[in-house]
C-alpha cells in the first residue's frame, strides 16, 4: 500500500519497536488508521486502537512505548476484527 504524504491528516508517528526496529503509526485524511513496521502495514481500520490490536496480534512481539491520551476498550469492537484483519493482511501481503 502506497500513502503519499499528502494523503496524511498528520506525519507520521513513531509509537514503538518490534525488535528495536521502529513502529509508525499514520492516519489518512480519510480516517484509516495505518500501523507500520519496515515500510509495510502491519495494522490498518478505522480506529487507531483496532489497528494496534491487529498489529499486536500479528507481532506479538510489538511494544508500544508512546504514551496515548485514553485507550478503548477492545471488546466495543471484537465484532470488527476478523474483517478489518483480513483487510490489513491483505494490505500486508502487497
Known amino acids: 500500500m502506497n500513502v503519499d504524504q499528502n494523503q496524511l491528516s498528520h506525519p507520521a508517528k513513531r509509537i514503538g519497536q518490534i525488535r528495536g526496529v521502529p513502529v509508525y503509526s499514520m492516519l489518512t485524511k480519510g480516517g484509516l ?10 495494522g490498518a481500520a478505522p480506529h487507531r486502537a483496532l489497528a494496534r490490536v ?39 501481503e502487497e
Open 33 to 42: 488508521s495505518i500501523i507500520t513496521f519496515q515500510g509495510k502495514a502491519i
Open 54 to 92: 491487529i498489529a499486536m496480534n500479528k507481532f506479538p512481539e510489538l511494544v508500544i512505548d508512546e504514551l496515548s491520551k485514553s485507550e478503548v476498550d477492545t471488546s466495543l469492537f471484537q465484532h470488527l476484527l476478523p474483517l478489518w484483519t483480513e483487510i490489513s493482511n491483505r494490505i500486508y
